[in-house]
C-alpha cells in the first residue's frame, strides 16, 4: 500500500509547536541549580531531578516551550493544573469564570468557604495558590471570550466538565487553528463513579518513544552467513528484545558490512534472533553490539464530535488493511510506523470487558440529554431524567446496529445508565484526583514520548455501591439529598449516613511524601477523621522537607526546605479543614519506636494508609496490620508506573505473602574488569568513593585510636585481597600525609588516583589478557560482554579530566582537614607539573572460572608477604598529628563535589571501556539510587487508592459479618472481594489494569513440601498468617507453652523463638536444663537486653513443632499472654 512521506523536522509535532512570547519570565529562586541544555533553555535539575529521572532532558526541553489552557478548575481542571504545574511547563492558562459553589470545596483542595462567601469566581480562588506550586512556570488566568484568536496563543487546549455543546465548540475552533498551527485538544468530564478522557493531538503526530523504557542493548557473540542470519548475544537475564523490534549492529569485526544497518527481529529465542539475509556478507569473526532502535509511530487524530458517533476503526476495511499490511518508512535513519485508528477501547478490567462499550452508550446518552435540556444535567432524584437517558443510550446503540458497528453492544444495561445518570453531578475528590493525574499526562505527551490515548478512555468504580447484579445500596433519596455543603459530592453517591462513618475514622497515614501529601488532600476533601465525631488523622513521617520534594509534594513550598514534613503537611491540612483532628509525628515506624506505636495506638486504627518508599518499613506495617487484623492500603510508584495493593484482613494476601523478584546485582567482577555499561562504571565510582573517602578514613580514625586493636580486628575480619587493600590504604596514606599536607599534596593524589585506574590498571589487564588471548578452547577471551579496554591519555584539555582532578582533589582537602581551592587554573598548573612513574607490569596470579569467563580473579604473587610488612611497618609509623574526617557520600547537595567526582570518574572509565559517556544527572540518579517519580503518577494512583478506601468504609460492616460466618453460611451471602481492586499502570503504554485481590496464603499438609525436603502438616489445616492462637499463662515457662501445644494438638515442640532470638532449642542440654522452668518473657529479656513495655501483657511467640512421626508440623504464631 501507498506509504506516507517521512515527516521533515519542521513537520514534526514537538518541533512546530509556535511559542509566542508571554508575560512573566522563568525566573530562579534563590539558591537552585540550573542546568543549561541545547537552545539556551535552563532546567533546575535540583527541582525536578526525580522527574528528570524519567523524563529525561528532551521531553524537558519540550515541556518547558508548552503554553497551556485549562478551561474550568472544578474539580479534575484543578487537579490537572496542579500536576502540570508541578512539571513544568512554560505557562498555564485557567479560564473559569463560575462563582464557587459549596460542593466545589469538597472537590477542590483550593477552594475555601470563604471563596464562597465571598462570591469568587473559581478562577480567581484558585490562582495564587497554583503560582506557589512553582515559580518557573507563568500562571495566569483568563476573563475574556474563548474566541479563536485567543486560542492561538496556546499549543495545548484541555476541557474539563464543561458540556457537549461547549465541548464541540472548542474542539472546532481548535481544528481550524490547526490548519495553520499545531494545537491540542484534550477533554475530560466525570460522573460521580465514572468519566471519560479524549485526546485530539490533530494529524501526522509521531511519538518518538512508545513506551519510555531505556533502548535495550547486548553483546554479539555470532553470527551466521545464512538467508536468515541467526544472531547470537551474551546477556545473563535472556532476551532484551522481542519479534518485531529493530535493532542496528555497530563495531562487529570479520562481518563489517552489517555495522550501521538497522535490521527487524523475525525471530526470538532465549539467546539467539533471526533478522535478514547475512550470505553476502563476510565471516563473522568477533565482537560487536546490537542495539535497539525505537520506530517513530504516526498517528491521525479524529475531532471530538467524530469520535464520539466514530470512537473505533473509523477508516472501516482501510483500517484494517492499515493495521495488518502497513510497511515502516525508514528516513535519515529514523522509522517510521502508521498507527491504525484503535479497533477496541482500553481495556482496564478484564472481569468486565465490555464496560467501555456500555459507558460510551450510558455517557452519550447523558451527553445528548444535557444538549437537549440546555446544557444541564439531571439531578440525582429525578428519575424520569434517568429513564430518557437510558432511551437515548438504546436509539444510538441500535443505530449503531443498523450500521453494524463494531462497538455496538447487543443490550444496552439499565444499571450502567442509572448509575451514570443518578450520580453525574457528583464530583468526588478521588475520581478528579485519578483522572486529573492521567489527563496531565497525556497533555505531558504532546511532546513525542509515550504513547497517548488513542483517543477515548472510559473507567468506571461502580463497585463502590454495587451490591450484586442491578441493585445498588438503595440509599434513599431524602438520605441524598444536597445540603449545601461540602460534602454534597459524598452525599449524592453514598448518603449522609456514609459521610457521618466518614467523619468517625481513625487514620494512621505512614509517610507525608508524594503519596503522603496527596492522601492527606483526599482525606481532607472527603472530610474524614472530624475531631466533632471523635475521628483522627495520625501523621508519622522522620524526614524532612528537600528542594527534589517540591516537584510532586506539593503541599510544600520553598519556605518550607529544611522543615519537618509531617509537621508542615499535618498544619496546612488542618487550615484546609478546621474539622478534622490531626496528629503529626516526626517518629520513624519499626521496632525501636514500640512504645510509641503500640497496642493500644494500632488497636484505636480503623484503616492503616502506606505512603512509603523502602520495602522494610513497608513490611513492618504490613506486620502490624496482619497481627491487629487492619485493613493496610498499599501503594508505590516508579516514574509512570504504579501499583495499588488492598489488604484486607482474612480475606486478602498481605503485603509479606507476596515478594517482588531481588533486584538485579551486577557481579563484582564485572565492575572491576569488564564493564560494558554505564551502569557498571558509575557503580564502580560509588565503590571508589566510599572506599577512598569514606572507609579509608574510618580505618585511619580507628587506627589512630588504638593500632594493636585495629591491626588486630583487621587480621580477624578480612581475607588476603581485602585485608592488603585496606591495610594498603591506611599505610599509603599515612606516608604521604606524615611527609606532606597542604592542597599541592591533594592535587597529587588526584593525578596518581587518575594514573592508576585508568592508565595503570588497564595496562596491566592488557599485559595479562592481550588482544589477540586465546582460551584453551582456542575461543578469543575478548569478546561477547568483555569489551577490551583501552588506555586514556591525561589530557588537562579534557572536560572529564578537569573535572576529575577539581572535585577529587578538594575531596581529599576535605578529608585530611586542608582548606580547600576552587580555582581550576591552578590544580591544572599544579597537576601539569606532577612526574608520573612509567606504568611496571607486576607478577599475578589468575583465576579463572572456565564455565562462567566472567568470573575472573586476579591477585600478586606477594600478596602474603607485603601484609606482614605493612602491619610491621603501621606499628611503627609517627602519625600524631594527623586528623581525618571521613565524608559519607550525598546525592542532594549540589557544592559539595560528591556527584561531580561520581560523574567525571565514571565517564573516565567508559572511555576506557568504550561505552558512550552520560550526563551528570544519570551518575546522579544512578550513584544516589534515585526513585524516578511524577507527580501525575502519584496523582492516579493515589485516586485508586481513594475509592478503594470509600469501598471499604461502604463494606466493612459486611465483611466482618463474611469473615466471621461459616462456611455454609457465606455461600448464601455475597463474596465482596471481586469488588475491591488491586491496580498496575504504566501511562508510557498507557496501561491500566484493575485485578481483584488474591486470597490469603493456607497452610495445608502436604505430602512432599519444596522447601522442607519432605512432607509437612498445618494445625489447623488450612490456616493463614491473619490467624494466632492465644494462650495466657500468668508467668508461663516454655515447659508451660511445650506442656499446652502438646495437650492441645498431640505435637512435639523443637524450637521456641520471638522475632531473631531462639528462645529454646530441644537439641541442646543446656536449653533444657538452664530455661525450661524459667517464664518465656524473662528468657527473652535476658537474651536481647531489652526490657519489655510496662503495659504490654503478651509476647508473640513462633514455634517449630513435629508429630510422632517426626513430620514438620506448622502452626499460626502464638500470643502468649503472661500476666
Not at 789 to 811: A, C, H, M, R
Request: with cysteine.
Amino acid at each position: 500500500m501507498q506509504q506516507k512521506n517521512p515527516p521533515l523536522k519542521k513537520q514534526r509535532t514537538y518541533e512546530s509547536v509556535n511559542i509566542e512570547e508571554m508575560e512573566g519570565k522563568r525566573e530562579a529562586p534563590e539558591g537552585c541549580n540550573l542546568v543549561a541544555k541545547k537552545e539556551n533553555e535552563q532546567i533546575d535539575a535540583d527541582l525536578y531531578s526525580r522527574q528528570l529521572g524519567t523524563y529525561g532532558f528532551e521531553l524537558m526541553n519540550k515541556l518547558i516551550k508548552l503554553n497551556i489552557l485549562i478551561v474550568n478548575v472544578k474539580s479534575v481542571g484543578l487537579e490537572c493544573a496542579k500536576n502540570l504545574i508541578l512539571s513544568g511547563p512554560k505557562s498555564v492558562c485557567i479560564y473559569d469564570n463560575d462563582l464557587c459553589q459549596m460542593s466545589d470545596v469538597g472537590a477542590n483542595f483550593f477552594i475555601g468557604e470563604e471563596d464562597v462567601s465571598n462570591k469568587l469566581t473559581r478562577s480567581d480562588a484558585v490562582i495564587k495558590q497554583l503560582k506557589e506550586l512553582n515559580s518557573y512556570v507563568h500562571i495566569y488566568n483568563h476573563k475574556g471570550e474563548l474566541d479563536e484568536k485567543f486560542l492561538q496563543s496556546f499549543d495545548v487546549v484541555v476541557c474539563c466538565d464543561l458540556s457537549h455543546t461547549h465541548l464541540v465548540k472548542y474542539s472546532k475552533m481548535v481544528r481550524n487553528i490547526s490548519l495553520t498551527k499545531k494545537i491540542a485538544f484534550l477533554c475530560c468530564n466525570i460522573y460521580g463513579l465514572c468519566g471519560y478522557l479524549f485526546v485530539d493531538f490533530g494529524k501526522g503526530f509521531v511519538c518518538y518513544d512508545k513506551d519510555g523504557e531505556n533502548t535495550k542493548s547486548c553483546n554479539i557473540s555470532k553470527i551466521s552467513k545464512a538467508t536468515k542470519g541467526v544472531v547470537s548475544f551474551d546477556f545473563d537475564k535472556g532476551a532484551p528484545f522481542e519479534k518485531g523490534d529493530y535493532i542496528k549492529f555497530t563495531n562487529v569485526e570479520g562481518m563489517t558490512q552489517i555495522n550501521n544497518k538497522i535490521y527487524k527481529i523475525e525471530d526470538m529465542q532465549k539467546y539467539t534472533f533471526t533478522i535478514g539475509d547475512t550470505s553476502h556478507f563476510e565471516e563473522y569473526l568477533k565482537g560487536g553490539e546490537c542495539t535497539q532502535v525505537k520506530s517513530h509511530l504516526r498517528m491521525d487524530f479524529q475531532p471530538y464530535d467524530f469520535v464520539c458517533t466514530n470512537p473505533l476503526a473509523w477508516d472501516g476495511a482501510a483500517t484494517e488493511q492499515l493495521a495488518t499490511d502497513c510497511i515502516p518508512t525508514v528516513f535519515d535513519e529514523t522509522i517510521y510506523e502508521d498507527v491504525p485508528p484503535p479497533q477496541s477501547f482500553l481495556i482496564s478490567d478484564y472481569a468486565k470487558c465490555d464496560m467501555s462499550n456500555q459507558l460510551h452508550y450510558a455517557i452519550q446518552g447523558l451527553k445528548n440529554y444535557e444538549a437537549e435540556n440546555n446544557n444541564v444535567l439531571p439531578q440525582n432524584w429525578e428519575e424520569e431524567a434517568f429513564e430518557k437517558v437510558f432511551q437515548i443510550a438504546v436509539q444510538l446503540n441500535e443505530a449503531d446496529k443498523q450500521a453494524k458497528k463494531t462497538y455496538a453492544v447487543e443490550e444496552v444495561k439499565k444499571d450502567v445508565v442509572l448509575k451514570v445518570a443518578k450520580y453525574c453531578t457528583a464530583h468526588l475528590a478521588p475520581v478528579a484526583s485519578f483522572f486529573g493525574g492521567l489527563l496531565a499526562q497525556e497533555v505531558i505527551k504532546y511532546t513525542g514520548k509515550y504513547m497517548p490515548i488513542y483517543q477515548l478512555l472510559y473507567v468506571d468504580f461502580f463497585e463502590c455501591i454495587t451490591l450484586g447484579g442491578e441493585k445498588d445500596t438503595g440509599i434513599k433519596n431524602d438520605d441524598i439529598a444536597k445540603e449545601n455543603s461540602k460534602n454534597d459530592n459524598v452525599i449524592t453517591v453514598f448518603g449522609k449516613a456514609f459521610q457521618k462513618r466518614l467523619n468517625e475514622l481513625n487514620v494512621f497515614l505512614v509517610g507525608s511524601g508524594a503519596l503522603g501529601c496527596e492522601y492527606a488532600k483526599l482525606f481532607s476533601l472527603l472530610d474524614m477523621c472530624s475531631a466533632k465525631h471523635k475521628g483522627k488523622l495520625t501523621i508519622t513521617d522522620n524526614d524532612n522537607i528537600e528542594v527534589s520534594n517540591l516537584n510532586r509534594q506539593f503541599l510544600f513550598r520553598r519556605e518550607n526546605v529544611g522543615k519537618s514534613k509531617s509537621l508542615v503537611a499535618s498544619g496546612i491540612i488542618k487550615e484546609k479543614n478546621p474539622n478534622m483532628d490531626v496528629q503529626s509525628l516526626e517518629t520513624k515506624v519499626g521496632p525501636e519506636n514500640e512504645h510509641i506505636f503500640n497496642e493500644t495506638f494500632w488497636t484505636k486504627q480503623h484503616m492503616i494508609v502506606n505512603a512509603l518508599d523502602n520495602i522494610q518499613a513497608r513490611q513492618y506495617v504490613d506486620n502490624k496490620c496482619v497481627w491487629y487484623s487492619k485493613p493496610l492500603f498499599e501503594s508505590g510508584t516508579l516514574g509512570t508506573k504504579g501499583n495499588v495493593q488492598i489488604i484486607l484482613p482474612f480475606l486478602t494476601q498481605s503485603y509479606n505473602d507476596s515478594y517482588d523478584p531481588p533486584e538485579d546485582s551486577i557481579p563484582l567482577c564485572t565492575l572491576k574488569h569488564f564493564p560494558y555499561d554505564i551502569v557498571h562504571t558509575i557503580e564502580y565510582a560509588r565503590d571508589i568513593f566510599q572506599g577512598l573517602f569514606y572507609n579509608t578514613p574510618l580505618s585511619l580514625q580507628e587506627f589512630l585510636k588504638d593500632k594493636k586493636e585495629y591491626i588486630k580486628k583487621v587480621e580477624e575480619e578480612g581475607n588476603n585481597a581485602s585485608l592488603l587493600e585496606t591495610l594498603q590504604n591506611v599505610l599509603t596514606t599515612l606516608r604521604e600525609v606524615s611527609k606532606e599536607c597542604n592542597f599541592k599534596f591533594c592535587v597529587k593524589k588526584a593525578v596518581d588516583l587518575f594514573h592508576t585506574n585508568f592508565v595503570n590498571q588497564i595496562e596491566q589487564l592488557l599485559y595479562s589478557f592481550p588482544l589477540d588471548y586465546k582460551l584453551a578452547s582456542g575461543e578469543f577471551f575478548w569478546v561477547g560482554q568483555k569489551k577490551p579496554p583501552q588506555v586514556i591519555s591525561f589530557d588537562l584539555s579534557n572536560d572529564f579530566v578537569k573535572e576529575f582532578l577539581f572535585s577529587t582533589s578538594n575531596l581529599f582537602a576535605q578529608v585530611y582537614n586542608i582548606p580547600q581551592c576552587y580555582d581550576l587554573k591552578y590544580i591544572l598548573d599544579v597537576a601539569s607539573q606532577i612526574e608520573v612513574k612509567p606504568f611496571q607490569p607486576k607478577r599475578v596470579k589468575v583465576k579463572m572460572d572456565e564455565k562462567n569467563l566472567n568470573n575472573i580473579s586476579i591477585s600478586f604473587m606477594d600478596d602474603e608477604k607485603l601484609i606482614h610488612d605493612f602491619c610491621e611497618e603501621l606499628l611503627n609509623i609517627d602519625c600524631q598529628h594527623v586528623k581525618v574526617s571521613p565524608i559519607e557520600f550525598d546525592k542532594d547537595e549540589e557544592t559539595n563535589m560528591h556527584v561531580n567526582f561520581i560523574y567525571s570518574f565514571a565517564n573516565l572509565r567508559a572511555i576506557n571501556y568504550k561505552i558512550e559517556t552520560c550526563d551528570k544527572l544519570k551518575a546522579k540518579i544512578v550513584a544516589g539510587k534515585i526513585i524516578p517519580a511524577l507527580a501525575t503518577t502519584t496523582s492516579i494512583i493515589t485516586g485508586l487508592v481513594g475509592m478503594e478506601l470509600l469501598k471499604y468504609v461502604n463494606y466493612c460492616g459486611y465483611l466482618q459479618m463474611y469473615v466471621k460466618a461459616t462456611e455454609e453460611e457465606k455461600k448464601q451471602m455475597k463474596d465482596l472481594l471481586s469488588y475491591f481492586k488491586n491496580a498496575f499502570i504504566n501511562t508510557a503504554l498507557p496501561l491500566i489494569l484493575f485485578s481483584e485481590p488474591m486470597p490469603p496464603i493456607k497452610m495445608r499438609d502436604k505430602e512432599y513440601d519444596e522447601l522442607m525436603k519432605g512432607p509437612i502438616k498445618a494445625i489447623p489445616n488450612g490456616f493463614t498468617s491473619w490467624d494466632k492462637i492465644e494462650i495466657h499463662i500468668v508467668n508461663g515457662t516454655i515447659k508451660n507453652l511445650i506442656d499446652h501445644i502438646n495437650d492441645q494438638y498431640n505435637i512435639e515442640v523443637n524450637l521456641i523463638s520471638v522475632g531473631n532470638a531462639c528462645l529454646y532449642n530441644c537439641y541442646l542440654p543446656a536449653h533444657n536444663k538452664e530455661r525450661l522452668n524459667k517464664p518465656i518473657h524473662t528468657i527473652y529479656s535476658e537474651i536481647t537486653k531489652q526490657k519489655l513495655l510496662d503495659d504490654k501483657n503478651y509476647i508473640v511467640v513462633e514455634a517449630s513443632c513435629s508429630d510422632q512421626d517426626l513430620v514438620d508440623v506448622l502452626i499460626p504464631s502464638i500470643k502468649f499472654i503472661y500476666k
